[in-house]
C-alpha cells in the first residue's frame, strides 16, 4: 500500500509540475486534428503497399512471437508480455522513422526544385509543363512525388492533379509550394514567378532549424530505448540461467512484480517518447489550396 500510495503521489506532483510549467498541453487526448492523416495514407507515405488491417495482422503476429520466445526462454508468460507488447510496436516504429525520412527527404528537396520549377517558367514553359519538367529532371525525392502527375492531369486538369499530389503527400511544406503551382495553373505564371523564389529561401532556412530539432531529440529516444529494453533482456538472461530467479517468478508475487515493472517501465517510455517527439507543423489547407 505504501508503494501505490507513492506511485500516487508521484503522479499527482507530475500532474501539478506539468500545469504549472505549460506542459501538460503535450499529453493531450483531444479529439481529432484537422486534416487528421488516414492509416492507409500514413502507410503509403512510409512506402508500404499495405492495408491497414494486414499491418495490424503482422504487427500482431510479431508481437506473439515475441512472447512465444520470451515465453520459453524464461519459464513465465507474465515475463514476456513487456517484450511482446515491444515487438508489436516495433513495425510501426520502424515504418515511422522511414516514413519520417522519406517526408524530410521531400522538404530537403523544395528549394531546389521550386528553384527548378523558376528556371522553367523563365525559359518559357508553362506552369503544367514547368511541372512535368520536374517530374523528369527535378530533384529525385519530388521525382518520385510526382511520379504520376502527368497521367492524373491527363485525365482529370493540371489544378486537380496537383490537389492529388498535395493530399499524398500530407506535408506543410508541400503544401505551401504545391498551393502556389495550383493558383498559378488558375491565375497565370506571374503569381508563382513573385513567390516562388521567397518560398524557396524560407523553406531552406525552415529546413536548417528542422535539422538541429531531430539531431536534439535522437539522444532522448536511444537513451529511452536502451533504459526500457535492456531491464528486460537482463531479467530474461537471469531466469534461463538460475532456475532459482524462474522458479521466483511463476509464483503469484512473481507475476505482481512483472505487471508493476511492466507498467512503470512502458509508462516511463511513453512519457520520454512523448517528451522527445517531433512536433508537426500543422497543415493550413484552405479553399483554393
Not at 67 to 83: C, E, F, H, R, Y
Not at 129 to 151: C, K, M, N, Q, W
Request: charged fraction near 15%; aromatic fraction near 6%; glycine fraction near 10%.
Amino acid at each position: 500500500m505504501r508503494l501505490l500510495g507513492a506511485m500516487a503521489a508521484g503522479v499527482c506532483v507530475f500532474m501539478v509540475v506539468g500545469w504549472r510549467g505549460g506542459h501538460l498541453d503535450r499529453f493531450s487526448l483531444g479529439g481529432r486534428r484537422r486534416n487528421h492523416l488516414s492509416r492507409g495514407a500514413w502507410l503509403a507515405q512510409a512506402g508500404l503497399s499495405v492495408s491497414p488491417a494486414q499491418f495490424a495482422a503482422a504487427s500482431a503476429l510479431s508481437g506473439l512471437a515475441a512472447m512465444a520466445l520470451a515465453w520459453a526462454v524464461s519459464g513465465s508468460p507474465a515475463i514476456g508480455l513487456v517484450p511482446a507488447v515491444a515487438a508489436g510496436f516495433a513495425p510501426r516504429a520502424w515504418y515511422a522513422n522511414r516514413r519520417k525520412a522519406r517526408l524530410h527527404a521531400v522538404t530537403e528537396a523544395w528549394p531546389d526544385g521550386i528553384l527548378h520549377v523558376l528556371g522553367a517558367l523563365r525559359s518559357g514553359l508553362s506552369v503544367h509543363g514547368a511541372t512535368v519538367d520536374l517530374t523528369i529532371s527535378g530533384p529525385e525525392a519530388l521525382r518520385e512525388a510526382f511520379a504520376h502527375y502527368e497521367a492524373w492531369a491527363r485525365v482529370s486538369s493540371p489544378a486537380a492533379a496537383l490537389v492529388r499530389v498535395r493530399e499524398e503527400l500530407a506535408e506543410p511544406v508541400s503544401d505551401k509550394a504545391i498551393g502556389v503551382l495550383i493558383e498559378a495553373n488558375r491565375h497565370g505564371t506571374e503569381v508563382a514567378l513573385s513567390i516562388l523564389a521567397a518560398l524557396a529561401e524560407d523553406v531552406r532556412a525552415d529546413e536548417r532549424v528542422s535539422q538541429q530539432i531531430r539531431q536534439a531529440q535522437h539522444e532522448p529516444r536511444l537513451t529511452g530505448a536502451i533504459a526500457f529494453g535492456f531491464p528486460w533482456l537482463a531479467l530474461l538472461f537471469s531466469c534461463a540461467a538460475a532456475p532459482e530467479v524462474r522458479s521466483y517468478y511463476a509464483t503469484g508475487a512473481g507475476h505482481v512484480a512483472l505487471v508493476l515493472g511492466a507498467v512503470l517501465s512502458l509508462s516511463n517510455l511513453v512519457v520520454i517518447l512523448r517528451l522527445a517527439r517531433e512536433d508537426p507543423e500543422p497543415r493550413v489547407v484552405g479553399e483554393g489550396w
